[in-house]
């Protein structure tokens, strides 16, 4: 009996012991990932999709999403200590897609004075608008091209910009157009919907806001003359009579 009491209890922690080293597989320490740690000098916030990364993540289980906020100051860059890939914007830019190779911690910075021009460029319709670069440093004199792509159904009509600007080269209703901003550029590009032109569409509606009485006023007009000038030759008729 003794011995079947031992052979049990070796059992029992056999199978203890297997269980620990399942989880453990599982379960993977602190050292498989890789922390991510936001902070914000100025005034602004930061923050990160995720606080830690598993070293063995791929597609975008891999990336961190870091987000600057302005509060009451202006967003200049972020300084990153770590080790990583960029995967979409730069350092200068508020929304900054990482792949961390080391832990990261990523500072927004933020100034009281804005140091830079903001160029967004955003579409009405069927198409696709960019605009490069979309900060220009202030007192730099620098350009940004603005480009409009047609969509599948859509064709670019034009631009309209809320700024103040300078074009360098192309105009309102060029697909690529460079200008030199002075301000903020908040740029809209103009799409149809359908694929048709919106200045034949212009045009035509412009054919058509033609009065019809307007135009047939002429004819009642002299209808009108006649039949008072014979009413008048009657009634002189019939006076002398």
């Known amino acids: 009996m003794k011995k079947i009491i031992s052979i049990a209890l070796v059992l029992v922690m056999v199978f203890a012991l297997t269980a620990v080293a399942a989880s453990a597989k599982v379960s993977p320490t602190g050292e498989d990932y890789y922390s991510i740690t936001t902070d914000a000098e100025g005034a602004g916030t930061a923050s990160a999709d995720k606080n830690k990364v598993a070293k063995d993540a791929t597609g975008d289980d891999a990336n961190v999403t870091l987000t600057a906020t302005e509060n009451g100051g202006f967003f200049t860059k972020w300084i990153i200590k770590g080790d990583y890939t960029p995967v979409s914007g730069d350092v200068n830019s508020p929304v900054l897609v990482i792949k961390p190779k080391s832990d990261i911690h990523a500072i927004a910075s933020f100034r009281a004075d804005k140091d830079y021009l903001t160029v967004t460029a955003e579409v009405l319709g069927d198409g696709t608008a960019t605009a490069e670069p979309s900060k220009i440093p202030v007192g730099s004199n620098g350009t940004s091209t603005l480009t409009a792509t047609d969509g599948s159904k859509g064709k670019f009509v034009k631009w309209v910009l809320a700024c ?64 008072a000038m014979f009413g008048a030759m009657f009634a002189v008729k019939k006076i002398k009579e």
């Open 164 to 227: 103040d600007y300078e074009i360098v080269s192309g105009d309102l209703n060029s697909k690529v157009l460079v200008i030199r901003p002075s301000t903020d550029v908040h740029a809209t590009a103009y799409f149809t919907e359908d694929g048709k032109d919106h200045g034949d569409i212009t045009d035509k509606n412009k054919d058509n806001t033609t009065s019809p009485k307007t135009a047939d006023a002429t004819p009642y007009v002299a209808t009108i003359v006649l039949l």
